[in-house]
């Protein structure tokens, strides 16, 4: 098989050149960071799940009509996407108070906020993904006003979406992160869900424990986050087939006792 040309590597992913042109690989990684990269490790078996959540959330959110970068699974860790000019914003939405709003606030975690708040952040590492307004998206030209009501109407769908999606298997949808990008068709351009959709990028609580599923467990030390992640693919249906056997994910971790020539659950 031929080396294929990696394109980009980032925190938790990997960008390989596609099969066709106008379409990359997205690998997913174990690694994960935290606080601007500066704590650093790896959750075992988080690429697999979260390569496995992003195509179940991209899928059903396509469902509702909601453009996407998304294509295909190809297997455990990669999908095909299509490429796009990722456009240099993060796109937070807040239902309830946690991370960074606390702090700059001053408010408590789990703090019901007034009603739901978007976002932005500009995306730059070196810079430590700044919270920005509007104002300054439309005056560096990082989209167009157009563009930005195209992303805040979907992203508000988005969580409307996913809260709703969460709330059915007993979990809160806190906050969550979104990246988009731009498809150009000649001088026109639209805008499209890119990036993943995972607990690496959402906060997400257990509705009667409050216990939390998602990369707090890694950023505060908490431990148990590959059973957390693991929780949230099970809850979604994605660890088991449809006649209970265990799913592809789950047969993933089974394969190191197949290895040992111990027969499979079932
Ligand atoms: N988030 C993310 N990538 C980032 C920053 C934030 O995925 O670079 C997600 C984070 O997981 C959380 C939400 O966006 O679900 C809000 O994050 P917050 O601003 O509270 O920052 P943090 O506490 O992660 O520093």
């Known amino acids: 098989m031929s080396r ?17 042109p106008g379409t990359l690989i997205q690998y997913f990684k ?10 650093k490790g790896t959750i075992n078996g988080k690429g697999v799940i979260n390569n496995r959540i992003s195509e179940h959330v991209f899928t059903r959110l396509s469902h509702i009509g909601i453009p996407t970068h998304f294509i295909r699974r ?10 796009c ?5 993060e796109v937070v939405l807040r239902n309830v108070a946690a991370g960074s709003i606390c702090k700059r606030l001053g ?8 009603h739901t708040l978007i976002e932005y952040y500009y995306k730059d590492d070196a810079l430590g993904d700044p919270l920005i307004a509007e104002e300054h998206i439309a005056c560096f030209g990082w989209a167009s006003p157009e563009e930005m009501q195209d992303i805040s109407s979907m992203a508000i769908r988005i ?14 949808l806190v906050d969550f992160k979104l990246e988009f990008g731009r498809i150009w068709d000649g001088d026109f351009s639209r805008i499209i869900l890119a990036d993943e959709i995972s607990p690496d ?6 509705m009667k424990t409050g216990e939390k599923l998602d ?5 505060r030390d908490l431990g148990g986050e590959e059973e957390a992640y693991q929780e949230v693919a099970r809850r979604l249906g994605l660890l088991e087939n449809a006649d209970g056997g265990p799913g592809e994910v789950l047969d993933m971790a089974n394969h190191r006792s197949r290895m040992r020539n111990t027969p499979p659950k079932k």
Do not use: H
């Open 4 to 20: 294929r040309r990696q394109i980009y590597e980032g925190k938790a992913k990997i960008l390989y050149e596609g099969p066709e």
């Open 74 to 83: 190809l297997n455990m860790r990669e999908q095909l996407v299509r490429q």
């Open 215 to 219: 990369k707090d467990r890694f950023r």
């Open 201 to 206: 990028g959402c906060r997400l609580w257990d």
């Open 159 to 172: 969580n409307d979406f996913m809260s709703g999606m969460f709330a059915a298997i007993d979990i809160r």
């Open 107 to 114: 408010l408590e975690e789990g703090d019901p906020l007034p």
């Open 30 to 39: 174990d690694d994960a960071t935290a606080f601007n990269a500066q704590k």
């Open 85 to 89: 000019e990722i456009v240099p914003i």
